[in-house]
């Protein structure tokens, strides 16, 4: 994330749905402008990157325990 004073960063939490589900975010109320820029401000993506490079290995996690169905 980005990093001014911290805040956007320190927000970033992981809240458990289920044993199979969580929300991995940040709380803060400015994030979505950080993410995805505005008018005034380009954007500045953190968590779809993030998304993007931990996913060739959640597959791969997911693949070995649902025993290479996918």
Do not use: C, H, W
């Not at 805040?7 to 400015?30: D, H, Q």
């Not at 401000?41 to 931990?54: D, H, L, S, T």
């Amino acid at each position: 994330a980005p990093v001014d004073t911290g805040a956007l960063r320190s927000s970033i939490t992981v809240k458990n749905i289920s044993s199979l589900e969580s929300i991995v975010g940040p709380t803060v109320n400015y994030a979505g402008y950080v993410e995805y820029g505005t008018s005034r401000m380009g954007a500045q993506p953190y968590m779809r990157p993030a998304a993007e490079a931990v996913l060739p290995s959640f597959e791969a996690s997911l693949s070995d325990i649902l025993g290479g169905v996918l």
